[in-house]
């Protein structure tokens, strides 16, 4: 089955730095990627997802590449604010499957 | 979302006992999935399920049980808690495959 790592675990950033985190998947057969955003005590919600038929997906301050070649993707927070601290989980869903494998989490901080 | 709720919200249970968790979604999503959520481990599915009356295992289904009578309904019973189920447990729809996830407000369960 489909094995997602994420990497960082943890990440600070100052507030309007950019934030960087990064997930690798092992089956070339996945074709779904989506971010999910889980505030402390909230259920994780869709932040932004991308198909495998698309290189760059952006909305407002945040984008997600992939790297099919590499079977990575990465999402990227711009002019981080102080709202954007939360854990942020990856996942990849493979074609023609239900379900989605998630990462292990980062747990984003944002510095005033 | 609104469109799917679980319960109870929290759960106090012993070693031993039988637990039933509640997930209902109003959307007539035709895939429904069991979570549990862990310090380290990220988001684990336990159970999922593709239609009434169709159900499958996920990562880690030891010690639960599912069922699917209804697509609005797919209840999660530990047969007898034991306290490595101490965990977040999310329930989750979609309505295809490749189609957004959506998750309910999770449960909390301690098994004393």
């Known amino acids: 089955g489909e094995n997602v790592e994420q990497h960082p675990s943890t990440l600070s950033v100052q507030e309007g730095d950019s934030a960087v985190i990064k997930c690798t998947y092992s089956?070339?057969?996945?074709?779904?990627f989506p971010w999910y955003k889980q505030e402390l005590g909230k259920r994780p919600q869709l932040i932004i997802d991308i198909r495998s038929n698309v290189g760059e997906k952006k909305d407002q301050r945040i984008a997600v590449t992939l790297n099919k070649t590499a079977k990575h993707f990465s999402l990227h927070i711009t002019e981080t604010q102080p709202e954007d601290s939360a854990v942020y989980f990856c996942?990849?869903?493979?074609?023609?499957?239900?379900?989605?494998?998630f990462g292990t989490g980062t747990r984003l901080t944002i510095i005033p | 979302d609104a469109g799917i709720t679980q319960s109870p919200r929290y759960k106090i249970t012993e070693t031993g006992r039988q637990v039933t968790l509640m997930c209902h979604q109003t959307w007539s999503h035709s895939y429904m999935f069991w979570y549990r959520q862990d310090l380290g481990h990220g988001l684990r599915l336990i159970y999922y399920?593709?239609?009434?009356?169709?159900?499958d295992k996920g990562e880690v289904p030891d010690g639960y049980v599912v069922s699917r009578s209804k697509t609005e309904n797919f209840p999660l019973t530990l047969e007898s808690a034991t306290r490595s189920q101490t965990s977040v447990y999310f329930c989750a729809s979609r309505a295809g495959q490749g189609e957004k996830l959506f998750f309910g407000s999770g449960t909390q369960l301690s098994v004393l």
């Open positions: 089956d070339s057969a996945s074709n779904y």
């Open positions: 399920s593709a239609a009434a009356d169709i159900t």
């Open positions: 996942a990849a869903s493979i074609a023609g499957n239900e379900k989605l494998t």
